[in-house]
Nanobody
């Protein structure tokens, strides 16, 4: 059974940075396309960034140039470096495969104050 554990969220001022981590167990991580998603209050969950097994990346237009997704296959971990944060980045952030599997972690809360 796949387990996803996100961490690294917090409260930060606009313009600040955070680095999120997601530890994955119970799957053949190295072969999976992984992604970060986020869900703001009252909104649907949205795709933020994707990284392939070969570390090719794709980003939502709203975060392009500010966020960087990466992975460490030896540690079964995927990261999201978030710079130049904006209040509209406030959300709960989740990692999952892409396309998303049925199992979700608890997410990590990011709050960006103006």
């Amino acid at each position: 059974q796949v387990q996803l554990v996100e961490s690294g969220g917090g409260l930060v001022q606009a313009g600040g940075s955070l680095r999120l981590s997601c530890a994955i167990s119970g799957s053949i991580f190295g072969t999976k396309i992984m992604a970060w998603y986020r869900q703001a209050p009252g909104e649907q969950r949205e795709l933020v960034a994707v990284v392939t097994s070969g570390s090719s990346t794709t980003y939502a237009d709203s975060v392009k140039g500010r966020f960087t997704i990466s992975r460490d296959n030896a540690k079964n971990t995927v990261y999201l470096q978030m710079n130049s944060l904006k209040p509209e980045d406030t959300a709960v952030y989740y990692c999952n495969q892409w396309p998303a599997g049925r199992t979700w972690g608890q997410g990590t809360q990011v709050i960006v104050s103006s």
